[in-house]
């Protein structure tokens, strides 16, 4: 703007000579441009319809709404007379209130219903306002609430049944379906009607009937019958065409024709409505003799209690499922309990079976164990029978329903065992059991089997794909408590074989050391057996005492490294010998640390030569600083070596030794262990 208003040699028009300033009001019409062009497309842009009507009844201005809620493009409107829009209009109340706040200029409010172009019709909520060019209209597309609004009032009656459906929480299967036919035969003003449960194939249906007319004694309340659905002209075409289907049946079958007299022509109006499930038509629902024809209301009220009763059994059967899904969870957790906490598998095989008889819902169970050395299926443990029938079972792989399970490593079932050859030669108690189902899982444990798990059942049942895979993580559970009680037991005796072996070899390397050392024949043993008894009564631990045996055992095996020319010296030993004679525990550490199974048995090898008074070697320690089983080990050793004959001293008398020992109390000797040693019977 003060470009254009400068002159051409820069001085603002109106500054010199006669002009006037007009930069203000030029910057004020740009702004009002602005703005306009603004609120232009706020307008344009609304979800809610604007649409100017001039005094001519022409259209002005519409904006993108109106043109979809008129299902034209807005060209369509422009230039064009409301009239010639939409034709008849001038005949209708909403034109009548266009014309009174055109020529009254007053503001109005409405509701009004008018038909699309492809038909259908809509509804639209108005605020109509007079503007100086003719009438200015908001528009709100209320179709979606108005005909909530019409379904709710067509249908208060079948909500009230769909509150109370919904309240019936505990009713059974048969009382659900009563009622729902109750209310759909009087929310229709129909006479009698129908639900027909249909299969996965969608070949054969279960159908449920009510009637409070003269059929009544065609009733079949909770007494399913079967139907092949094609060959049903009522509610088969239904199923066929898969939707709603509306019938005028002539030749109505039986049991519908009962009680009417032979030729009577009786004619059946029927409406058939399939609900679905997915893809899959799991109900058809039928009323019928309505005395009137059914309209589109009634398949809609039908059709919604149908749909409100198959959510009702999904939930039910959902909670169902869930219940027993958590039935589930909970025995295989309290038979991982039982397999961790408890390594006798007859106590395992008793908590197991009690959760196998409670889960699956049957009278009894057992299971077989595999014996690998005669490959024979014995008795392992059992729950729910009368009498000891199975406690004596012995099968050869193959042999019998279980022997075969086994051999094929499949699940066996036996829904009628009366008319099986042979089914209770296993014993003859068996057969005065009542069983009629069997079912027999192989027990698997890395892929070989270790026995079979039995179910019995004293009536006759057809289990679902869950049933039979729960019977499967059963079996599966059976086989890791087996192979985890095999397993310790082969670990247990592992270990103890291994211990045994340990100690055996420990044994006789101490021997081989008396042997190079000279040592008196049986010193080894000797000095750990006393160290042993000395050791419990001054109260180590069952644990330690391992370790202080085989420590006492390997007191001298540092020797190995002391040349034959010191160790087995006649005569006194020098200073320079001495000092490689006493490296003899720290040779014992070097040799033994390394072995982790012997690290916990070093303390009497490395230790016994340290003194109370800590004048000991290697390390000199002092008191308590030494371990108790070292402080224990050096009296014994004494005690030993001056009661035995060597080459270059006779053995001591035995009161001498005792009185060395306690004049050695408080300097070499711990005191306390001297005391507990002296009072100790050898």
Same mark, same amino acid.
């Given at each position: 703007?003060?470009?254009?208003?400068?002159?051409?040699?820069?001085?603002?028009?109106?500054?010199?000579?006669?002009?006037?300033?007009?930069t203000?009001?030029?910057?004020?019409?740009?702004?009002?441009?602005?703005?306009r062009?603004?609120?232009?497309?706020?307008?344009?842009?609304?979800?809610?319809?604007?649409?100017i009507?001039?005094?001519?009844?022409?259209?002005? $201005?519409?904006?993108?709404?109106?043109?979809?809620?008129?299902?034209?493009?807005?060209?369509?409107?422009?230039?064009?007379?409301?009239?010639?829009?939409?034709p008849? +209009?001038e005949?209708t109340?909403?034109?009548?209130?266009?014309?009174?706040?055109?020529? *009254?200029r007053?503001?109005?409010?409405m509701?009004?219903?008018?038909? &699309?172009?492809?038909?259908?019709?809509?509804?639209?909520?108005?605020?109509?306002?007079?503007?100086?060019?003719?009438?200015?209209?908001?528009?709100?597309?209320?179709?979606?609430?108005?005909?909530?609004?019409?379904?709710?009032?067509?249908?208060?009656?079948r909500?009230?049944?769909?509150?109370?459906?919904?309240?019936?929480?505990?009713?059974s299967? !048969?009382?659900?379906?009563?009622?729902?036919?109750?209310?759909?035969?009087r929310l229709?003003?129909?006479?009698?009607?129908?639900l027909?449960?249909?299969n996965?194939?969608?070949?054969?249906?279960?159908?449920?009937?009510?009637?409070?007319?003269?059929?009544?004694?065609?009733?079949?309340?909770?007494?399913?019958?079967?139907?092949?659905v094609?060959?049903?002209?009522?509610?088969?075409?239904?199923?066929?065409?898969?939707? /709603?289907?509306?019938?005028?049946? $002539?030749?109505? /079958?039986?049991?519908?024709?009962?009680? &009417?007299?032979?030729?009577?022509?009786?004619?059946?109006?029927?409406?058939?409505?399939?609900?679905?499930?997915?893809?899959?038509?799991?109900i058809?629902?039928?009323?019928?003799?309505?005395?009137?024809? &059914?309209?589109?209301?009634?398949?809609?009220?039908?059709?919604?209690?149908?749909?409100?009763?198959?959510?009702i059994?999904?939930?039910?059967?959902?909670?169902?499922?869930?219940?027993?899904? =958590?039935g589930?969870?909970?025995?295989?957790?309290?038979?991982?309990?039982?397999i961790?906490?408890?390594?006798?598998?007859?106590?395992? =095989?008793?908590?197991?079976?009690?959760?196998?008889?409670?889960?699956l819902?049957?009278?009894?169970?057992?299971?077989?164990?595999?014996?690998?050395?005669?490959q %024979?299926?014995?008795?392992?443990?059992?729950?729910?029978?009368?009498?000891?029938?199975?406690?004596?079972t012995? =099968?050869?792989?193959?042999?019998?329903?279980?022997?075969?399970?086994? +051999?094929?490593?499949?699940?066996?079932?036996?829904?009628?065992?009366?008319? %099986?050859?042979?089914?209770?030669?296993?014993? /003859?108690?068996?057969?005065n059991?009542?069983?009629?189902? &069997? $079912?027999?899982?192989? +027990?698997?444990?890395?892929?070989?089997?270790?026995?079979?798990?039995?179910?019995?059942h004293?009536?006759?049942?057809?289990?679902?794909?869950?049933?039979?895979?729960?019977?499967?993580?059963?079996?599966?559970?059976?086989?890791? *408590?087996?192979d985890?009680?095999?397993?310790?037991?082969?670990?247990?005796?592992?270990?103890?074989?291994?211990?045994?072996?340990?100690?055996?070899?420990?044994?006789?390397?101490s021997?081989?050391?008396?042997y190079?050392?000279?040592? %008196?024949?049986?010193?080894?043993?000797?000095? %750990?057996?006393m160290?042993?008894? +000395?050791?419990?009564?001054?109260?180590?631990?069952?644990?330690?005492?391992?370790?202080?045996?085989?420590?006492?055992? =390997?007191?001298?095996?540092?020797?190995?490294?002391?040349?034959?020319?010191?160790?087995?010296?006649?005569?006194?030993?020098?200073?320079?010998?001495?000092?490689?004679?006493?490296?003899?525990?720290?040779?014992?550490?070097?040799?033994?640390s /390394?072995?982790?199974?012997?690290?916990?048995?070093?303390?009497?090898p $490395?230790?016994?030569?340290?003194?109370?008074?800590?004048? !000991?070697?290697?390390?000199?320690l002092k008191?308590?600083?030494?371990?108790?089983?070292?402080?224990?080990?050096?009296?014994?050793?004494?005690?030993?070596?001056?009661?035995?004959?060597?080459p270059y001293?006779?053995?001591?008398?035995?009161?001498?030794?005792?009185?060395?020992?306690?004049?050695?109390?408080?300097?070499?000797?711990?005191?306390?262990?001297?005391?507990?040693?002296?009072?100790?019977?050898?």
């Amino acid at each position: 703007i003060g470009t254009l208003l400068n002159d051409h040699e820069g001085n603002p028009m109106g500054i010199s000579g006669a002009g006037r300033d007009i930069t203000k009001r030029k910057q004020a019409e740009v702004a009002l441009r602005a703005s306009r062009e603004l609120y232009q497309r706020t307008i344009d842009n609304m979800l809610e319809g604007c649409q100017i009507i001039g005094f001519d009844w022409r259209y002005l $201005y519409v904006n993108d709404a109106v043109a979809r809620q008129g299902h034209r493009a807005k060209e369509e409107f422009l230039g064009h007379t409301i009239m010639e829009i939409y034709p008849g +209009i001038e005949d209708t109340e909403m034109f009548a209130v266009l014309r009174r706040c055109m020529d *009254a200029r007053t503001p109005h409010h409405m509701e009004n219903e008018f038909a &699309y172009p492809d038909g259908n019709k809509g509804w639209f909520e108005l605020s109509i306002q007079s503007v100086p060019e003719g009438i200015f209209i908001l528009s709100i597309d209320i179709t979606d609430r108005k005909r909530a609004e019409e379904v709710l009032k067509l249908n208060e009656s079948r909500l009230e049944a769909l509150l109370k459906l919904n309240q019936m929480t505990d009713a059974s299967l !048969g009382e659900i379906t009563n009622f729902v036919l109750e209310e759909a035969i009087r929310l229709t003003g129909s006479k009698v009607g129908y639900l027909a449960f249909l299969n996965e194939d969608e070949t054969v249906l279960t159908m449920h009937a009510w009637s409070k007319t003269a059929m009544e004694e065609c009733r079949i309340n909770n007494k399913p019958i079967v139907y092949p659905v094609k060959t049903t002209g009522l509610w088969g075409e239904a199923v066929r065409q898969r939707k /709603p289907v509306i019938t005028n049946d $002539y030749n109505a /079958p039986n049991p519908w024709k009962k009680g &009417y007299p032979e030729g009577h022509v009786h004619i059946i109006r029927h409406v058939n409505v399939p609900i679905f499930d997915g893809d899959h038509i799991v109900i058809v629902a039928g009323v019928g003799n309505k005395p009137t024809d &059914y309209d589109e209301s009634d398949i809609r009220q039908l059709t919604l209690l149908m749909e409100g009763m198959w959510r009702i059994i999904q939930r039910k059967q959902a909670e169902e499922q869930l219940k027993r899904r =958590l039935g589930h969870i909970t025995a295989l957790r309290n038979i991982d309990m039982a397999i961790t906490s408890s390594l006798d598998v007859r106590v395992t =095989l008793n908590i197991f079976l009690e959760q196998v008889v409670t889960q699956l819902h049957v009278d009894a169970a057992s299971v077989l164990l595999l014996n690998p050395h005669t490959q %024979t299926l014995e008795y392992g443990s059992n729950r729910g029978f009368r009498s000891s029938a199975l406690k004596h079972t012995r =099968l050869r792989l193959g042999e019998g329903h279980a022997g075969r399970a086994a +051999i094929e490593q499949r699940i066996v079932s036996i829904p009628n065992l009366a008319e %099986t050859l042979d089914s209770f030669s296993r014993s /003859p108690l068996l057969a005065n059991e009542g069983f009629i189902s &069997y $079912y027999a899982a192989p +027990i698997i444990a890395k892929g070989n089997v270790t026995g079979v798990l039995e179910i019995f059942h004293r009536s006759s049942f057809k289990p679902d794909q869950e049933w039979l895979d729960f019977l499967e993580a059963l079996a599966t559970q059976a086989a890791i *408590a087996i192979d985890n009680a095999e397993l310790f037991n082969n670990l247990q005796r592992s270990n103890i074989e291994l211990i045994l072996a340990y100690d055996s070899t420990i044994e006789g390397w101490s021997r081989a050391l008396d042997y190079r050392d000279r040592e %008196t024949e049986g010193h080894s043993q000797r000095v %750990t057996e006393m160290t042993i008894k +000395i050791a419990q009564a001054m109260g180590v631990s069952e644990a330690e005492l391992v370790h202080v045996r085989r420590g006492a055992l =390997l007191h001298d095996i540092g020797k190995m490294k002391i040349p034959d020319n010191i160790l087995l010296k006649p005569g006194p030993l020098t200073d320079e010998e001495w000092e490689v004679m006493r490296k003899h525990p720290a040779y014992a550490h070097e040799l033994l640390s /390394p072995i982790a199974f012997l690290r916990p048995a070093l303390d009497i090898p $490395y230790c016994h030569h340290e003194k109370w008074d800590g004048t !000991g070697y290697p390390r000199g320690l002092k008191g308590e600083q030494i371990p108790l089983s070292a402080r224990i080990f050096a009296v014994v050793d004494v005690w030993d070596a001056l009661r035995s004959d060597r080459p270059y001293r006779p053995a001591w008398p035995e009161e001498k030794v005792k009185e060395y020992l306690r004049d050695q109390a408080g300097e070499h000797f711990d005191p306390q262990i001297v005391k507990v040693f002296l009072e100790m019977e050898w």
